[in-house]
């Protein structure tokens, strides 16, 4: 075999280990028993394999596009926990269930990523290409799931409460003096936003407030689809809207303000993610915040000890967001007609 088609994967196959055994090995780490370390030895010298640091201890992180500022921050937190244990973050951002997905996938495998974590990509999908898991498993590479795990598959994952989101946005405008609340929600089948909805319609059904079902408007998570679907609440008469990102609640404030309303005399609204400068929007945004701090440090852990062969519990652990309540909600007012535009 050519030297410049051997890598870690061939030599985890030859040695009979997996790609974070290799990658142990190669990095000089604890954990690894003097056999398993002479087996991979021998592997790469029959295959002629050269270590090439450039890629030993890289950890890829599959995400949505980092415009999205809690993205960004989530990564950024991932590889400072990561960087103490010698392994580095390699950020991959794609459109979860994209073939630019599957493609960095094979990539890491290829050149021998030591783990993966998919934040908020195909994990949170209904529907996902089954072949991301099946080359995991045929790789034995390690990986760690944020906001959903895969469907039918064990591993372990680190999420959001997103149902209690829903439940403490509807709760904290109803306390408000709010009865018709909008929900400017994600794509059906993403499971943060399928939770995010759950939490809305089950609150609103316990505090009594009517057609909750028909005020819930689904659509991408950007600056655009919130737009759109708060101009359809408004058109429903909400005098409050949920909005399942920051970045639909400022397309919500356009429609709000094209309507000739404002924040929040006429309307009060509610984002998600705490996204950074929210507190500098006019008005400052009330929203609910992911704690992306604690959520990067517990992906870190789970996945530095899947490499060094420890224990890690399995399942989806949730993490409590928080209300952070600054001036785009207040007390509801009866505005009377809308303003025709």
Same mark, same amino acid.
Request: include cysteine.
């Given at each position: 075999m050519e030297q410049d088609k051997v890598g870690i994967v061939e030599v985890a196959r030859l040695a009979e280990v997996s790609v974070a055994t290799v990658s142990r090995v190669m990095n000089r780490k604890s954990g690894v028993s003097q056999k398993t370390r002479?087996?991979?030895?021998r592997a790469m010298a029959e295959l002629g394999y050269e270590r090439t640091s450039s890629v030993e201890g890289i950890v890829g992180v599959i995400t949505p596009g980092l415009s999205t500022p809690v993205?960004?921050?989530?990564?950024?937190?991932?590889?400072?926990?990561?960087?103490p244990h010698g392994l580095r973050a390699m950020i991959c951002p794609s459109l979860p269930g994209g073939v630019q997905e599957r493609d960095y996938l094979k990539s890491l495998l290829d050149i021998g990523a030591a783990g993966i974590v998919f934040c908020s990509a195909s994990n949170t999908l209904e529907s996902f290409d089954p072949e991301l898991t099946a080359l995991?498993?045929?790789?034995?590479?390690?990986?760690?799931?944020?906001?959903?795990?895969?469907?039918g598959v064990e591993g372990a994952?680190?999420?959001?409460?997103?149902?209690?989101?829903?439940?403490?946005?509807?709760?904290?405008l109803q306390a408000l003096g709010h009865t018709r609340i909008g929900l400017a929600a994600g794509p059906e089948g993403n499971k943060p936003s399928d939770r995010r909805v759950a939490g809305f319609l089950?609150?609103?059904a316990k505090l009594g407030l009517a057609d909750?079902?028909?005020?819930?408007? %689904?659509?991408?998570?950007?600056?655009?689809? #919130?737009?759109?679907a708060a101009d359809h609440l408004l058109r429903l008469g909400v005098t409050a809207i949920v909005a399942a990102s920051d970045q639909m609640a400022l397309g919500a404030i356009r429609a709000i303000r094209r309507h000739g309303l404002e924040v929040p005399r006429d309307v009060s609204l509610i984002g998600y993610d705490d996204s950074p400068m929210l507190e500098f929007t006019d008005p400052p945004l009330t929203t609910v915040r992911q704690p992306i701090d604690r959520l990067g440090g517990a992906v870190a852990r789970a996945l530095v000890g899947l490499l060094a062969d420890r224990q890690v519990p399995v399942g989806e652990l949730m993490f409590q967001p928080e209300l952070v309540v600054r001036g785009s909600t207040?007390?509801? %007012?009866?505005?009377?007609?809308?303003?025709? #535009?």
């Open positions: 002479e087996a991979v030895e993205f960004a921050a989530l990564a950024e937190w991932i590889g400072l926990a990561l960087a995991l498993a045929s790789r034995r590479v390690p990986y760690v799931c944020v906001n959903g795990l895969f469907e994952a680190f999420s959001t409460d997103d149902v209690s989101a829903g439940e403490m946005a509807v709760r904290h089950a609150t609103s909750a079902e028909g005020l819930v408007v %689904r659509q991408s998570y950007s600056v655009e689809g #919130g737009q759109f207040g007390p509801y %007012r009866d505005r009377g007609p809308e303003p025709r #535009g």
